[in-house]
C-alpha cells in the first residue's frame, strides 16, 4: 500500500518564529539482536514527547531519521472526549538493518497541520453481519463474532464461537469492506484476485483465541458482547472487545476482555487479554485450529518452541499453504502445551499453548497468519523462519529513550 509522501511537502514548510524558538526533541532506539527487524513498530508514550515539547499537538507533529527524511507517523487517543491535550502513544514504524542495533529521530512541531496518509490498518464493527468484528493492514486480514451470531436472528448460520478467523489477502489496499460488500459466498472464493476468506474455525479457537484450561478440558466464552474501536490508523488500529461472564468448571465464572492492536507490515497482532477470575491465577490456553487431514495433501505440521513461548501450525489444502502461530511476550509465564480434539471427533481440534494468567493482570501475546498465494511466504520453512524471527524480537524488545534536541 502507498503511502503519501510527505518529504516535499514538509520539507517545504518555514517554521512560524514561534515554533523555530520551539524545544524540539530526539529519540534514541536501540535493542541487543544481530537480525534485521523489518516494520519495527516504534511507540513512544505521548507523555515523554508533552514533556519535552508541550507545544506538540496531533497532525502537526513530524518525525523525521537521521537522514531527515520525514517518516509517517500516528498520534493515537484512545479517549476521544478528554478535555486538554491527553494522547496515548506517538507511533512509527523502522526497519532495522542486519547489525543496526540503534538509531536516532528528531521531532518538530508544524505551524500548518499536516495532510492526512493513506491508512494501512483497518478495523470496524460491522453490525449488519451479525456483529461481526473485522480487522486488517496491508498483509492480512481477521474478524471475530459477535452476539448477533448466536442469536435466533441468524437463523441456520447461529454459531457460538469466540476464535480468531482468517482472510488471507493478494493484496496491499483494503478488502474489509469490498468483501463484505461482496456477500458471503463470494469471499470464501478467491474470484477477484484479492485472496479470499479460506479459514474455518467454528467453535474452535482459530488463530490465537483463548479458554481456560483445567487440565482436560478448554473452557471458552460465547462471542463477544461489545466492541469498542480506539484508534483506526493510518499506521496502528486498535479496538477493544469484552465477554460476558462464562463457566470454567472448578475455575468458577470468568471474565474477558481483549484489547487487539494492529500494525502496518507485520503478520502479528498484539493481543492484550485480561480475565476476572475467582481465584487469584489460573491456567490459560492460546489455541490454533487444527482441521481435519485434507486428501491428497501432506499431513499438517504442528512445530513447538522448546521454551514454551511460541507454538506454530501449517497446513496445505486447494486454497494453498496457511502457516498460524501464536507467541508470547516477554512478560508472560509459559506452562506448556495441550491438544484439545475435536467434540465427538468432528469438527476442528485445537492445539494449546499454555499460559499462566492472573486476576485482573494483562496477559499479552501476539497472533498471525501466513499465506502462500499473498507472495509473502513460500512455504512452510519461510513461515517458520518469520515466526521465529518475530518471537525473538518479542523477548528483545525496543529500548526507547526521548530527550530534547541539542
Known sequence: ????????????????????????????????????????????????????MPEARMYHLVVRDSKGRVIPSQITNYEHDHRGVSYDDLVFSYDFAAGEKRATFTLENLPTASPPLTPCVYA?????????????????????????????????????????????????YPIVDRWYAKGHDQFHKDEDGEGLDLYSIGGSRGAGGTGVWDGAKLWTS????????????????????????????????????KRFTVDCGRNF???ESVFDFAANESVVGIG??????????????????????????????????LGIAVILAKDATPAGFAHEDAPGGKGNANNLLLVKAIDGVPLRYLTGAGWTKSGQFEGRA?????????????????????SASK
Open 124 to 172: 470496524r464493527f460491522v453490525p449488519e453481519r451479525f456483529d461481526d468484528m473485522a480487522w486488517e493492514n496491508d498483509r492480512i486480514a481477521h474478524r471475530m463474532y459477535g452476539l448477533a451470531l448466536n442469536s435466533p436472528v441468524a437463523t441456520f448460520e447461529r454459531l457460538r464461537g469466540s476464535g480468531i478467523d482468517v482472510w488471507a489477502k493478494r493484496v496491499t
Open 269 to 271: 497482532d498484539a493481543v
Open 1 to 52: 500500500m502507498k503511502e503519501f509522501c510527505l518529504g516535499a511537502a514538509l520539507g517545504a514548510l518555514t517554521l512560524g518564529a514561534s515554533v523555530a524558538g520551539a524545544a524540539g526533541a530526539t529519540i534514541t532506539v536501540t535493542h541487543e539482536l544481530g537480525a534485521a527487524r523489518p516494520a519495527e513498530v516504534i511507540a513512544v508514550p505521548f507523555a515523554q514527547v508533552a514533556a519535552i
Open 382 to 402: 519461510a513461515w517458520e523462519t518469520y515466526v521465529k524471527d518475530f518471537a525473538a524480537r518479542a523477548q528483545k524488545p525496543l529500548t526507547i529513550t526521548v
Open 222 to 257: 460465547d462471542n463477544f458482547v461489545n466492541a469498542q474501536v480506539l484508534a483506526n490508523g493510518p499506521k496502528r488500529a486498535v479496538f477493544k472487545l469484552s465477554y460476558a461472564p462464562w463457566d470454567a468448571g472448578s475455575t468458577g465464572q470468568v471474565i474477558e476482555t
Open 288 to 321: 490454533i485450529s487444527e482441521h481435519p487431514q485434507a486428501a491428497g495433501f501432506p499431513a499438517a505440521v504442528l512445530t513447538k518452541d522448546p521454551d514454551g513461548r511460541w507454538m506454530s501450525f501449517w497446513e496445505d489444502n486447494k486454497d494453498g499453504g
